[in-house]
T-cell receptor
Framework: AQTVTQSQPEMSVQEAETVTLSCTYD???????LFWYKQPPSRQMILVIR??????QNATENRFSVNFQKAAKSFSLKISDSQLGDAAMYFC?????????????FGKGTHLIIQP | KAGVTQTPRYLIKTRGQQVTLSCSPI?????VSWYQQTPGQGLQFLFE???????NKGNFPGRFSGRQFSNSRSEMNVSTLELGDSALYLC??????????????FGPGTRLTVL
């Protein structure tokens, strides 16, 4: 079974600085998708960024980018120019792309604190 | 386009009762997935419905069930509630196409408290 590990329960960064959240996963599949979701205090899960495993190019969405290392099974999220609104729980998630996929497998999350 | 909606947002029940939660997906989305979020176990997949059929199921007891209607709206039911069922229940919708990028978009959740 696949697993997702986020080794940093909590991270703190100064406003306007850059922070990187770590995520590793374990799977025997070669085709899958990886996601970062943000969950602010409102509890609404918001998609931040996604990565298809077959794509070598790292995904980027404005201030958010990933470092996807398929061989190392690593999928870190870099947030540039951190803003107060970035404060939230961040979850890394995996989903197999084939039929019969068992939904998203989530990590335990990283609580990101933005210091003004 | 309207997002995923879940009703009710908050619910308080007592042990032994049953509860039904509702989810309306984004227009055009045919897949609805349910997740349970607790402080101890984190986010866990319950089941996924596509075109009124359960496509996948997580490792939960039979007390947890669901269904999907022809308009893609979905309900999940928990019977004989236990204290440990207290959780945030999240619904997510997606287009449901297997083998393609099929991102799940989440609703605001239903907070269930079992007393």
């Amino acid at each position: 079974a696949q697993t997702v590990t986020q080794s940093q329960p909590e991270m703190s960064v100064q406003e306007a600085e850059t922070v990187t959240l770590s995520c590793t996963y374990d799977t025997s599949e070669s085709d899958y998708y990886l996601f970062w979701y943000k969950q602010p205090p409102s509890r609404q899960m918001i998609l931040v960024i996604r990565q298809e495993a077959y794509k070598q190019q790292n995904a980027t969405e404005n201030r958010f980018s990933v470092n996807f290392q398929k061989a190392a099974k690593s999928f870190s999220l870099k947030i540039s120019d951190s803003q107060l609104g970035d404060a939230a729980m961040y979850f890394c998630a995996y989903r197999y792309s084939g039929g019969g996929a068992d939904g998203l497998t989530f990590g335990k999350g990283t609580h990101l604190i933005i210091q003004p | 386009k309207a997002g995923v909606t879940q009703t009710p947002r908050y619910l308080i029940k007592t042990r032994g009762q049953q509860v039904t939660l509702s989810c309306s997906p984004i227009s055009g989305h045919r897949s609805v997935s349910w997740y349970q979020q607790t402080p101890g176990q984190g986010l866990q997949f319950l089941f996924e419905y596509f075109s009124e059929t359960q496509r996948n199921k997580g490792n939960f007891p039979g007390r947890f069930s669901g269904r999907q209607f022809s308009n893609s709206r979905s309900e999940m039911n928990v019977s004989t509630l236990e204290l440990g069922d207290s959780a945030l229940y999240l619904c997510a919708s997606s287009r449901g196409a297997v083998g393609s990028t099929d991102t799940q978009y989440f609703g605001p959740g239903t907070r269930l408290t079992v007393l």
